[in-house]
């Protein structure tokens, strides 16, 4: 049985963390409405990227469509872009798209594939690295970015592409999670090379007949990059609304778990000090009788 | 006055305009252009440079480094990769660009990326050029 002094530098500290968590989880809510507002803003842009890609995709045939869109026609070796959060402790975010990312390794391992993968993120790297380490060809840190920027996602993108064309890989999958509420965010993998073009888009947009300058094919090949780095920013940004989120709701289960174990812990330690005055009281009664 | 239609400047982190707007001035890679309203369906890449736009008799002016314009009849649409209002303009940010395009040349291997990389640059110095008296 603990002694009293111990029981009250326990209920002390957990006092303590729960007022860490407390702060962490009001600190994750506070940058949760900011990390959706920029998901909101990079919206439109990645919308209107869709349309254009449609129009100008449906110009193009297929003969002239660049390697990106149209792949290299093999699918042997597939890069696989993991994007993580940079840091921990918000519930199983960083576990979950690790997860996926490994099942789907594990798939194409079986099947014969070459299997490279690049980490954005660390907390990903670090989960990676436990089962699959000599497969990471690199690792993209962004621990020192406080907001993420079209920059960073600019960076990945030329990195992957640089890839492609050195012809590293034939298939390029990128992984995180989709933001759906402050509850539940849903790991997702999105093939970005070669690149879907969404099929129903081309009818929708407009029949016109476009005039382009300088040429359609010119134009798409420097419109297909462009559209892998939108892909990949909006994904680091579902990703950091995601992650606040999951941490929100980690740290309020954080904080409810410690008040539960204060309130225990104040319980014991108010029995056992009446245990021990009801025993002081004994002992005194005892000894006045005795005399 | 000119008839009015739907104008939008988007950069990758979020909406910069959106309305009705008489005319606007683009940077295309084969020239500037002036969009106005019913102008034929056009898609144009765009050069660094800047973005005049026209409505009520007021011009706002923006810097772009590159991107797309999408023109239609009754709208026109600037994806552009970084956009800044005219006003707003960092001019270190401008020099830092300048420099990363030179450090480009001397990196380029072969004589097509060093063209790439020097027309870009020219773009650059021509918009430090005209917004820096502004």
Known sequence: MASLKELRNRIASVKATQKITKAMQMVAAAKLKRAQEAAEAARPYAERMGTVLANIAGAVSGTDAPPLMAGTGKDDTHLLVVATAERGLCGGFNSQIAKKAREHIRTLLRDGKTVKVLCVGKKGYDILRRDHGDLIIDRVDLREVKKIGFENAHEIARQVIGL???????????????????????????????????????????????????????????????????????????????????????????????????????????????????????????????? | MAEAFKFDLVSPERLLVSQDVESVVIPGTEGELTVMATHAPTMTSIKPGVVTVSADGKTERYVVFGGFADILPDSCTVLAESAVHVDDINREDLARRIQDAREDIEDARDHETRMRAEEFLHQLTTLEGAILPA
Request: with cysteine.
């Open chain 1, 164 to 291: 492609f064309e050195k012809g590293e890989f034939d298939i390029c999958t990128l992984f995180y999670s989709e933001f759906q509420s402050v509850m539940s965010q849903v790991p997702t993998a999105l093939q970005i090379i070669p690149a879907a073009v969404p099929a129903d888009g081309a009818g929708e947009g407009s029949d016109a007949v476009y005039e382009y300058e300088p040429d359609a094919p010119s134009i798409l090949a420097d419109l297909i990059p462009r559209n892998i780095s939108v892909q990949i920013f909006r994904a680091l940004l579902e990703n950091a609304a995601g992650e606040m989120g999951a941490k929100m709701t980690a740290m309020d289960s954080a904080t409810r778990n410690a008040g539960e174990m204060i309130d225990k812990l104040s319980i014991t330690y108010n029995r056992q000090r009446q245990a021990q005055i009801t025993k002081e009281l004994i002992e005194i009664i005892s000894g006045a009788e005795a005399l």
